[in-house]
């Protein structure tokens, strides 16, 4: 749009000098001469002075033109375009506005880029104490999970040693029992062998106690008349001793067997009391461990639950972090990568409006001398 209005403003620029040359050869004509004499030598100084003016326009155009062109602003384009075409008053008021810009997006560019610095750190700032929030999650979340199945196990453990102690306290109680009943059957069998074998030994006391006493009474006086012939003299069993002896042995070993058989029953007795009383304070003491264990494992599972979220969170916020640092570098590369590049180049195009000013002002001021 800029070429083609150049393109028009050019042709009714060239009409209106062709016009004008028109016109100044019929006022310069020599029939004319002598009646616009002073008129004539006006246009003559003025023909100058418009001159000079178009030169130095040219001039100031030319300065923004080549800084258009070098930077590729089509605003300076236009500037150059204003220049060449439009009044002094105007283009100068141009320039002044398009300076005004130019200082302004400099300024804006360099806000841009303190926003952006600032930004990116503090981003990348975040990051980096969300991904340590991260990794300390991570640790303590591995910690707690190592614990939790440390834990596990330690109860299972315990679990297993209370139930063998529990099944090796049944047996001993089937063992005590099945002890106490051989006990009960010794006890009988050796107190029944006593009874029948006092029992037997004191009828062959009484026998032969009472046999004893006839043979010492027939020593003293005769016992009716003397036995027949063909037999002998009674006299007392010399094996009856022995028999009574033997009897009376056995009955001292039965009373020997109940006792050792007391005696082992209440060794075995006190040894199941003493059994069960450890075994039950062992089982006792996993059992609060367990209740314990349980706890601190309830604990833990809660604790690896909130870090989980917790964890589930921060990369949640870390993503977020990660999003809005690809934000800012699509909004912030361009203008930090050439930040140097931009604001140098706004210097330069400022530099060069204010040359063109300082270009046209003067070729106003010289116009304005010759004209005096």
């Known amino acids: 749009m800029t070429d083609q209005e150049w393109e028009e403003r050019q042709k ?5 000098i062709v016009a004008c040359g028109e016109a100044l050869a019929i006022l310069s004509s020599d029939d004319a001469h002598d009646t616009f004499t002073k008129t004539f030598n006006f246009l003559q100084l003025k023909e100058k002075v418009v001159s000079g003016l178009d030169a130095r326009r040219m001039q100031a155009a030319a300065v923004v033109d080549k800084a258009a062109k070098s930077f590729s602003n089509p605003k300076l384009s236009a500037i150059a375009t204003s220049i060449r075409l439009d009044a002094f008053t105007k283009v100068k008021a141009a320039i002044d506005d398009m300076i005004t810009a130019l200082l302004k997006e400099k300024e804006d560019e360099i806000k841009q880029k303190d926003f952006c610095v600032k930004s990116i750190n503090e981003n990348e700032r975040a990051q980096e104490l969300k991904a340590r929030d991260i990794a300390e999650l991570k640790s303590t979340i591995s910690t707690l999970t190592s614990q939790i199945d440390e834990l596990t196990k330690s109860i299972a453990q315990l679990e297993a040693e209370i139930a ?3 099944t090796q306290l049944k047996r001993a109680g089937e063992d005590r029992e099945r002890e ?19 029992s037997a030994l004191d009828v062959l006391k009484g026998v032969f106690a009472k046999k004893a ?4 009474s027939s020593k003293q006086e005769p016992a009716g008349p003397p036995p027949p012939a063909g037999f002998k003299k009674y006299e007392q069993s010399s094996g009856s001793g022995g028999v009574m002896g033997m009897l009376e042995q056995i009955i001292r070993e039965a009373k020997q ?7 082992a029953e209440a060794d075995s007795q006190k040894a199941y009391e003493s059994f069960v009383k450890d075994s039950n304070k062992s089982i006792e003491e996993k059992t609060r461990d367990i209740t314990n264990k349980s706890t601190e494992q309830a604990q833990a599972e809660a604790d690896n639950t909130a870090a989980q979220e917790a964890k589930e969170a921060a990369m ?16 912030c590369d361009f203008t930090t990568k050439n930040f140097d590049i931009r604001q140098e180049a706004r210097d330069q195009e400022v530099e060069a409006l204010r040359q063109a000013k300082a270009i ?3 070729s106003m001021q010289g116009a304005f001398l010759q004209k005096n």
Do not use: P, V, W, Y
């Not at 006493?213 to 010492?216: G, I, R, S, V």
């Open 360 to 362: 046209l002002s003067g």
């Open 316 to 331: 949640n916020e870390q993503q977020q972090n990660m999003n809005e640092n690809s934000d800012l570098h699509k909004a």
């Open 213 to 216: 006493l006839l043979q010492k």
């Open 257 to 263: 067997l109940e006792g050792d058989a007391i005696k």
């Open 164 to 166: 063998e102690m529990q």
């Open 12 to 16: 009714a620029r060239q009409e209106e």
């Open 180 to 198: 106490n009943a051989d006990f009960q059957g010794t006890i009988a069998d050796q107190r029944a062998t006593q009874k029948l074998l006092t």
